[in-house]
């Protein structure tokens, strides 16, 4: 299989995929060098007690496969930013390989439509492994769930069977969505308004412990569901929906006991250490569409203002 992305999520599932298969990164000529001396990778347990570290060292490529080295699956692991820049390599490998895109990402399809036809991909969510990462190394966070798949619909269907056959070997517990482009659109709810809900409240640890900070968060993530209402999304049974439906001050008290479990707080302190640029991304992108879809998103909106003026 082909990894195009070796960050926290390419090299943790990495690591793990390569316990059962043949596993070759393709990156830029510059960053060769140093993946082809190995990725150090640290995955701790959601305690913190159990940690086990390896060092992932994939076959380095520079250009796509070709001929009879074209791989059985490309897995895309690179962050929303940086989708475009690998959709001409994505496109010469289409209908050779099936592509798995595992990523957060708002509208994926749109943004694929175009480049690759729904039959050519597979999505997914790489929600078990979360963290941070530094020259040569990664430490994040190996949850007991979390990586998702969708069931796949026509000829994708056996495609996805045989990915969920091949991630369970690797030690991975899938779980399958129908919907998944709706599902992913909710989970990037979750990113992306967390950058504004930290500047609002001064950090972190001031957000855990803010009661009203934590309301309005909860209200902004309302206001994100609803502009996914208006694309269309069935938002009912896809989480954390439901549980937003239920009395403010409930949510709000729940969000901040899972901010403030030490796992929560490892993984999104060392995920935003390289990745708050995506996040604030995110937070623009929901922003604009709620504006163009015409849906009111007032404590969104102040978010967005205050990331822009920096105050």
């Keep these: 299989m082909l990894i195009m992305g070796c960050g926290v999520i390419g090299a943790g599932y990495g690591l793990l995929l390569s316990r059962v298969a043949d596993v070759a990164v393709l990156t830029r000529p510059e960053r060769a060098a140093e993946l082809s001396r190995g990725v150090r990778v640290t995955l701790s347990d959601p305690s913190g007690e159990r940690r086990r570290t ?7 490529l520079t ?11 490309v897995l895309v692991a690179v962050d929303r930013t940086h989708l475009a820049q690998v959709l001409p390599t994505l496109r010469q490998l289409a209908g050779r390989a099936p ?5 957060n990402h708002w509208d994926l399809e749109g943004e694929l439509d175009g480049t690759l036809r729904r039959s050519d991909y597979l999505v997914g969510f790489p929600g078990q492994v979360g963290g941070g990462r530094g020259p040569g190394t990664v430490e994040a966070t190996l949850f007991p769930r979390g990586t998702v798949l969708e069931k796949g619909e026509g000829p994708r269907r056996p495609q996805a069977q045989a990915v969920a056959s091949l991630l369970g070997r690797a030690g991975l517990r899938v779980e399958r969505q129908a919907d998944m482009p709706g599902w992913l ?5 979750q990113q992306s308004v967390t950058p504004g809900a930290l500047a609002e409240a ?4 001031a957000l855990v412990g803010d009661r009203r900070a934590l309301r309005r968060m909860v209200q902004a993530l309302r206001e994100g569901l609803a502009v996914c209402r208006a694309r269309g999304i069935r938002t009912g049974r896809i989480a954390p929906a439901p549980a937003l439906s239920l009395p403010t001050g409930l949510v709000a008290g729940g969000l901040g006991r899972m901010l403030g479990q030490e796992s929560t707080r490892r993984m999104v302190l060392g995920h935003m250490a ?5 996040w604030r991304a995110g937070l623009y992108e929901v922003a604009e569409s709620g504006r163009r879809l015409g849906v009111d998103m007032p404590v969104w909106w102040d978010y967005e203002q205050r990331l822009l003026t920096g105050e």
């Design 54 to 60: 390896a060092t992932f060292r994939p076959r380095v």
């Design 63 to 73: 250009e796509p496969p070709q001929g009879a080295d074209t791989p059985d699956l």
């Design 99 to 103: 592509i798995l895109f595992m990523l």
């Design 185 to 189: 659109a909710v989970h990037y709810l």
């Design 202 to 205: 001064g950090g972190y640890d």
């Design 274 to 278: 390289h990745g708050l640029p995506e």
